[in-house]
């Protein structure tokens, strides 16, 4: 079993930034591929960003791509996700989430076997 637990959101005018955090509650955190997924009201739950658990490989949505960095530091069983250049439209509850399988960082909600708790980003225009 993994506990995570996400900080890190606000609010913030469109064009600012936001770094959230997920401390995840095991060592084994480093054997873990890691995502972020967000879910606006009245929408289904997306996929943002997920890291590989040697944090070499990484994957992003596209509506987040060259605005959004996810990141690892294994020491500190922590993944972060660096939100730039904010939009409205990013505004959500962000959720990060852990994947047990050794392969690359996937897109599937249904892929990760463990979920935090949700931090929520509003974006104001």
């Known amino acids: 079993q993994v506990q995570l637990v996400e900080s890190g959101g606000g609010l913030v005018q469109a064009g600012g930034s936001l770094r959230l955090s997920c401390a995840a509650s095991?060592?084994?955190?480093?054997?873990?591929?890691m995502g972020w997924f967000r879910q606006a009201p009245g929408k289904e739950r997306e996929f943002v960003a997920a890291?590989?658990?040697?944090?070499?490989?990484?994957n992003y949505a596209d509506s987040v791509k060259g605005r959004f960095t996810i990141s690892r530091d294994n020491g500190k069983n922590t993944v972060y996700l660096q939100m730039n250049s904010l939009k409205p439209e990013d505004t959500a509850v962000y959720y990060c989430?852990?994947?047990?399988?050794?392969?690359?960082?996937?897109?599937?909600?249904?892929?990760?076997?463990?979920w935090g708790q949700g931090t929520q980003v509003t974006v104001s225009s």
């Open positions: 989430a852990a994947d047990q399988s050794p392969v690359a960082p996937r897109a599937r909600a249904g892929s990760y076997e463990y």
């Open positions: 095991r060592r084994t955190f480093s054997r873990y591929t």
């Open positions: 890291i590989s658990w040697s944090g070499d490989t990484t």
